[in-house]
């Protein structure tokens, strides 16, 4: 029944995504039907890409994540090509940083058309005119800002980008729908202004109306030509009268008529559809909800030791991950790649990657108190990641591009897989650690051992601490960047040092007060070594009747970090192989190496302190916590703001 | 790790502990072991997070150096010490520790390993041009060659017997139209040829093609069709051959090049401690900066000294006084100098734009005009003849009949051009304007030229006149004349004169002895002419106003370099605008000078390929009175094998190269070594794909991309990653002992203690009975025991 409502409304949202429903569409464009084009593929960027897939990628380029008119990406492609006049004083051009757009909200503030309330849509929405960005004062700040090279430039190129690929003639000299008769593989495939004669744009008043003559198909059949170049005439014309029946025919007629120019080189209707599919559906991330769905009855069953939950739990997790499967293995049919060589695709693979491990561990222990706890971290993380590919779009581009010459070579996939999957593992060793901490807590607000205020207090200590303690640091690595004012300065460092402070206060109070150590059960045991002794007839905890859950916990969190030990050295050892032949030398000191190299310190900080401490439950799930941020700095800081050779990644 | 606190090895007895014994018990302790790595990771997170630190004036440090800077090094020796005393003390050599062992013996090997590795490490990088073209003609001895890239020009001979030579284009994917390699493509180099008499021509040479070298006339074609033969001049021998690079140059180093001018071998002056990330100047005089950006002044004075053998710069000494991390050079002026140059400094307003700001210098043909042409600024020597400023910014033709009394001042616009014949009215003639040609560069003239091609029609007569803005240039065209150049242009008919007055400025600036005079001709003629202040600011039409900023009668260009603030530096830049001043003294005196950083030293400005790379040699001047000159580089090794570039390839996706990386699937150079004076066979290096050969590898790192519009260009030199890599299996085979010790401490190890435990219990079970299991095996609580 969960699973009912769950696919229920996925599929309701799904449907709210699909193009024809959205209000705000006029009645052409709801009438319109672009459907056979899903299946015609279009050769761009170095790949042949579906219809949808390709207006995808550049209405995307144009406005970001927006839908524009609430129409679909394929309708807004050939409605700006085919009546660009209509688009004049609509909101198009995506301005992604929110500081940029401020600024160049100020600078249209003498524009007459700018009313307060368009103010406003274009603040929230992002989404501005082409006159807009072409006012001078704005095209003059954007000119200034683009000299800002560490802080704007990006912004006003993504800007400028924009304005090119809006332009009409962009979008038709880039729609390369007609492969080439004579099959060459290296051939461009040519877009409809060979065959038909291109009217320049009429914004360009030296060229008003000046027809550029076809340059024709080379080895293109005179009447395969003649009807291809109907068909296009035909459905230009309809789509200026707005005359959606005749618009369907003529879409029918050249998605017919296309394939059959050079059938060798034409992508399989199958897959074109399928990639269509893909991208309407927002490339399937939508799955996080499934695993949200996982989470619930796992903690449940993890908790409270509740049979049916465990059921439930591990049924919908199974489900989530063969959706997430299908969604991997859909990206890897259509791109013709496996998926690992994007933030995008690094993050989902990754993500997919937690499951596979979880799977093989909850068969292993499918006898011993740790079941659930994989597949709950495993869902916990896959949702996470899935959720950041679902909610920030611009950030994590699900777009399919070939992979750069660089990455062509096998170690990609021995390197990056193993890498991405330790720190998959690292994710899901972070669920159990964070369990035990919270258990602990719990145990000490129980016992009041602690004055409640102090305790309630902690959490919130921590939360600050890693708040500030993130600000602080992206301050000192690109101040200009992350320049913040003498005040906030000042109030940032407080908060840093203020809650620093109480972190180790409590700390050395615990350790007065014995909390940490006689005061609580102490998590000996743990890790593989705890699974295959648990066989034995060795006393392991595993083989008593009521093991802790202090002894689960940190069991589990031990056998998660040990893989994950084993697999981040590999992965570091395969990539300074494949570093040694591909750039000349295994180690470079590149910020993505050395945080690599740093995420392993730490756990190899862990595994000795653990020899060491007494309470060894609790310094391991506070150093597997602290491995898994300092792995999430690695793959978030480092990418985005510190890239390095490793940028693609 | 291991069992420290089970054994009593590190435990010591009362009165033995002597102060080794205090070193070594520290040594074995686990928590010093955390120490030195909480310390590494902190080192590591430092270097390459805030890349400030190292880069502080103090350190400036590069990311390698900082990883190879003392304190690391003494980090790891510290954490490696740890873990060997630690190991041998505590962890005694049995199969349940085989693990540990393995762990801590593969990271030893790999600590050393990697010392042994980057402390013979030799990286650098070399462009490899893919060939040259070689003269040989009758009267030269030997053969002169020149770099085959486009723009590339060389004269041979002076004077009257000069022959030009020049490279016109390169094709990556000439098809070749002969009978049997019919369909295959080659890489071509057209030479364009102008012999000393006689028409030019282009040679056509294809690589690996010497038998179809021909030559291809300019507006006839193909040389065979138009003469009869493949070649216009069979003496005159052009080939195509290999272009060996001899060096390559090592990353983050600096050197200076010292050789007299006219040598073609650089001498090379290693520069050591020269900064990397921060200024250094010792004067403000030096440079530009931005008024927002401090400058706080720092000298340096760095010997710069001579190898042992000496060079051209032997006897003099050398020093860098400054350094410049990213500046370019600027010109700007200031008043005072000896001779007249009027320089303009103004700013334009234009409601809803911007502000403009535009310098002009009236002597200065390249920076006399902006805003597209509408404002201009001239010299008039005589105050009186401001008044002859054209009234008028339109193109006008002027036209006088003295015999019938007729002026007529005809504007040109561009649809009044090749129309109809017009009548002058009051006179027998007429006439049509068939062409104009504005700013024409004629030999022999320093100002340039426009001309207005008339056809005249008299009841005598029809003819062409080439009126021009200069009376003394316009010429009639008689039939059977068609070249305007030539002394026996007919003579001009006198009954109608004509002259031409190009479209000029609407806004004219005159510059004048008594001041500055501003003239504006607006679109209903003239609206403004009169002497204008510093300050004032004119109102052209409502809306749109200009401002004199300043006003230099006699300026003096300053060129200086400016210190481009950190916000608009190319992010990937690196050193590539460097820049040092370099004081050279001699025994007359000391030459200071700003020498421009380059990424390679080259024989000649040949290789700097229109701009591709950075060639800008400083000139100094020595007592005998000839020259030295100087590059300012990166040191560099000569390889034991000389390189030459065989091809180059690109692998694309479907669709071909279309300009941007993502269709490029590989890129593929296919290289030859000299060995024994012989070149090998070609081998390919592709991304991913090095070669080793001679000690060094070879990796494909750089590409000359073709430009948009013309992707069958470029491609004329590859770049090459070139570095040694001695001691990658003493690492390799560390991190694969480590991984392998991992695995069993992790997973072999809890096996073998439950085998025993098994054992144990066996045993214990026929002995004494169950109850005695949980001692036995009570040392196994985890993996850890």
């Known amino acids: 029944m969960v699973v009912a409502a769950i696919v229920g409304y996925a599929g309701y949202r799904g449907m709210n995504r699909a193009p024809r429903t959205d209000e705000g569409a006029t009645a ?89 309330q368009r103010y406003d849509v274009i603040l929230v929405s992002g989404l501005m005119a082409r006159k807009f960005v072409q006012y001078p004062p704005v095209a003059g700040l954007l000119q200034k800002l683009g000299q800002d090279l560490i802080r704007t430039s990006k912004v006003v190129d993504a800007i400028q980008s924009a304005m090119t690929v809006s332009d009409p003639r962009f979008l038709a000299e880039n729609l390369r729908l007609i492969p080439p008769p004579s099959g060459d593989v290296s051939t461009p495939w040519f877009p409809m202004s060979n065959l038909v004669g291109a009217k320049m744009a009429p914004q360009d008043s ?12 080379p080895g293109l059949s005179s009447e395969l030509s003649k009807s291809v170049a109907d068909a296009w005439t035909g459905l230009q014309r309809a789509w200026k009268t707005q005359d959606a029946a005749a618009v369907n025919e003529r879409v029918a007629v050249l998605a017919n008529l296309l394939p059959t120019v050079a059938p060798s080189l034409y992508p399989s209707t199958g897959r074109l559809a399928m990639e269509s599919w893909y991208f309407r ?8 909800l499934f695993y949200l769905a996982a989470v ?82 495993s869902a916990v993380v896959s949702m996470a990641a899935l959720m ?218 862990l595994i000795h302190v653990r020899l060491k401490v007494r309470d060894k439950a609790f310094w391991t799930a506070v150093l597997a916590v602290v491995g898994f941020e300092v792995m999430m700095f690695n793959w978030i800081v480092v990418n985005f703001v510190i890239s390095g050779l490793h940028s693609y990644a | 790790m291991g069992a420290s606190m089970e054994l009593p090895v590190g435990r010591p007895l009362p009165g033995q502990r002597g102060a080794l014994r205090a070193v070594l018990d520290l040594f074995s302790s686990v928590w010093f072991g955390v120490f030195w790595a909480v310390l590494l990771f902190i080192y590591c997170s430092i270097g390459s997070a805030v890349p400030r630190v190292r880069q502080l004036p103090w350190l400036e440090m590069t990311e390698f150096e900082w990883f190879h800077w003392w304190p690391f090094n003494v980090l790891v020796s510290l954490f490696c010490t740890c873990l060997i005393v630690t190991t041998i003390r505590k962890i005694p050599l049995r199969t349940v520790n085989l693990g540990v062992w393995m762990i801590h013996t593969g990271m030893i090997m ?81 030479v364009s040829v102008k012999p000393p008499s006689g028409e030019p021509f282009v040679r056509q040479l294809l690589v690996g093609y010497p038998q179809y070298t021909e030559d291809i006339l300019p507006g006839k074609g193909r040389a065979i069709k138009a003469l009869g033969r493949k070649l216009v001049d069979e003496q005159l021998r052009l080939s195509l051959d290999y272009e060996p690079q001899e060096y390559f140059h090592v990353m983050d180093t600096w050197a200076l090049f010292v050789r007299k001018v006219g040598e073609t071998q650089w001498t090379e002056r290693p520069i050591e401690g020269l900064p990397r990330y921060h200024d250094r100047v010792g004067s403000r005089e030096l440079v530009f900066t931005d008024p927002h950006e401090p400058l706080r002044l720092r000298a340096i004075d760095l010997p710069v000294d001579a190898p042992a053998s000496g060079d051209a710069l032997s006897a003099a000494s050398v020093r860098v006084t400054s350094y410049l991390r990213h500046a370019e050079e600027r010109r700007q002026w200031r008043d005072g100098g000896e001779r007249l140059n009027p320089v303009l400094q103004l700013s334009v307003f234009a409601e809803g734009s911007p502000v403009q700001s535009y310098e002009l210098a009236a002597f200065d043909p390249g920076h006399n005009e902006a805003l597209d042409g509408n404002i201009r600024m001239l010299y008039v020597p005589e105050t009186a003849k401001l008044e002859q400023l054209p009234t008028d910014s339109r193109a006008m033709l002027r036209i006088r009949v003295p015999e019938s009394n007729v002026a007529l001042d005809v504007p040109l616009a561009p649809q009044n051009i090749g129309g109809s014949l017009t009548a002058i009215e009051g006179t027998p003639y007429s006439y049509r304007v068939v062409d104009v040609h504005d700013g024409l560069a004629l030999p022999g003239r320093d100002a340039p030229v426009s001309i207005a091609v008339a056809e005249i029609v008299t009841p005598e007569a029809t003819f062409r006149r080439w009126v021009a803005d200069q009376p003394e240039l316009t010429r009639d065209m008689r039939e059977g004349n068609a070249d305007p150049h030539t002394v026996d242009a007919g003579p001009v008919d006198r009954r109608i004169e004509m002259t031409y007055q190009p479209r000029s400025a609407p806004l004219i600036f005159a510059a004048h002895p008594g001041g500055l005079y501003f003239v504006f001709n607006g679109p209903g003629g003239r609206a403004i002419n009169r002497d204008v202040a510093v300050g004032e600011s004119l109102e052209i039409v409502p809306g749109v106003s200009v401002r004199i900023d300043s006003y230099l009668a006699a300026a003096v260009a300053e060129v200086k370099p400016f210190i481009v603030p950190p916000a608009q530096r190319q992010r990937n830049a690196e050193e590539s605008f460097a820049m040092i001043r370099l004081e050279v003294g001699t025994g007359q005196g000391v030459q200071s000078k700003w020498v421009h950083f380059n990424q390679y030293v080259f024989p000649d400005e040949q290789y700097a390929y229109g701009g591709r790379f950075a060639y800008s040699p400083e000139r ?166």
């Open chain 1, 388 to 605: 950041a590919a679902y909610f920030l779009p611009a950030q994590l581009d699900s777009a399919i591009n070939n992979k750069m010459a660089a990455l062509n070579d096998v170690w990609l996939y021995i390197h990056t897989n193993m890498i991405i999957w330790s720190y998959a593992v690292i994710g899901l060793a972070c669920v159990p650690a964070l369990l035990l901490l919270r258990h602990r807590w719990c145990q000490s607000w129980d016992s009041g051992a602690v004055p409640r205020l102090r305790l309630f207090i902690l959490p919130i200590a921590l939360a600050l601490l890693n708040y500030t303690g993130y600000v602080l640091l992206m301050h000192a690595i690109e101040p200009a960047a992350y320049s913040l004012t003498r005040g906030a300065f000042v109030g940032i460092s407080g908060a840093f040092t203020g809650s620093l402070m109480i972190v180790m206060l409590e700390a050395m109070n615990a350790r007065a007060r014995r909390l940490s150590g006689a005061g609580f059960e102490r998590g000996a045991a743990g890790g593989a070594a705890a699974l295959i002794l648990g066989g034995s007839g060795s006393p392991s905890f595993l083989r008593q009747e009521r093991p802790t859950a202090t002894q689960v916990f940190d069991g589990a969190t031990m056998v998660l970090v040990e893989l994950a030990f084993i697999m981040l050295w590999t992965g570091l050892v395969m990539g300074a192989i494949w570093a040694d032949h591909s750039w000349g030398r295994p180690w470079g000191w590149d910020p993505k190496e050395v945080f690599a190299l740093n995420t392993f310190i730490i756990f190899l900080i």
């Open chain 2, 110 to 190: 790999l600590a050393v390993g990697s010392y042994y590795y980057f402390g013979t490490k030799i990286e650098g990088d070399a462009p490899v041009f893919r060939c040259q073209v070689r003269i040989e003609m009758p009267g030269l001895s030997g053969a002169a060659t020149m770099l085959a890239v486009p723009g590339n020009h060389k004269v041979m001979m002076a004077g009257a017997d000069a022959w030009h030579f020049e490279i016109q284009d390169t094709n990556t994917e000439w098809p070749i139209l002969s009978d049997e390699h019919k369909g295959e493509k080659a890489f071509a180099v057209n």
């Open chain 1, 281 to 288: 559906y927002k490339s399937i991330t939508w799955v996080w």
């Open chain 1, 28 to 116: 052409f464009a709801t009438q319109v039907r672009l459907e056979p084009l899903y299946q015609t593929a279009v050769q761009a960027d170095g790949r042949l890409r579906s219809f949808e897939s390709h207006a995808k990628t550049y209405m995307g380029m144009v406005s970001g994540s927006r839908s524009v008119r609430g129409q679909s990406n394929g309708f807004t492609y050939l409605d700006l090509m085919f009546r660009p006049e209509e688009y004049a004083d609509t909101d198009l051009i995506y301005v992604k940083n929110k500081e940029v757009r401020k600024q160049l909200l100020d600078a249209l503030k003498g524009h007459p058309e700018l009313t307060t």
């Open chain 1, 296 to 377: 619930a009855p796992l903690l449940m069953s993890v908790i409270y030791k509740w049979d049916r939950a465990r059921t439930v739990g591990m049924v919908l997790f199974v489900l989530a991950f063969l959706a997430q499967s299908a969604a991997v293995g859909i990206r890897w049919y259509i791109s013709g790649r496996w998926p690992n060589s994007n933030m995008f695709e690094a993050m989902t693979t990754s993500a997919w990657f937690g499951g596979v491990m979880a799977l093989i561990l909850e068969r292993v222990a499918r006898r011993t108190p740790f079941r659930n706890l994989f597949a709950l971290g």
């Open chain 2, 620 to 785: 100094f001047r020595l007592p005998d009175g000839s020259q030295a000159e100087v590059v300012f580089s990166r040191k560099r090794v000569k390889l034991p094998n000389p390189i030459a570039m065989e091809d180059f390839e690109l692998d694309t996706h479907i669709g071909g190269y279309s300009g941007s990386t993502s269709t490029i699937r590989n890129y593929v150079s296919r290289l030859r070594f000299l060995d024994n004076g012989k070149w090998t066979e070609p081998v390919p290096i592709a991304v991913n794909q090095p070669t080793e050969y001679g000690g060094y590898w070879y990796f494909q790192s750089m590409w000359d991309r073709p430009p948009q519009s013309d992707p069958s260009a470029g491609m004329n030199y590859t770049g090459l990653g070139i570095g040694n890599r001695h001691g990658v299996h003493a690492q390799l085979a560390g991190c694969c002992i480590s991984v392998a010790g991992m695995i069993f401490a992790f997973y072999v190890k809890p096996v073998l203690k439950r085998r025993r435990a098994e054992e144990q219990r066996a045993k214990t079970d026929r002995a004494f009975g169950a109850e005695m299991v949980a001692e036995a095996a009570g040392v196994g609580h985890g993996y850890d025991g």
């Open chain 1, 206 to 217: 030296a060229h008003a109306g000046m027809t550029m003559p076809a340059a024709g198909v």
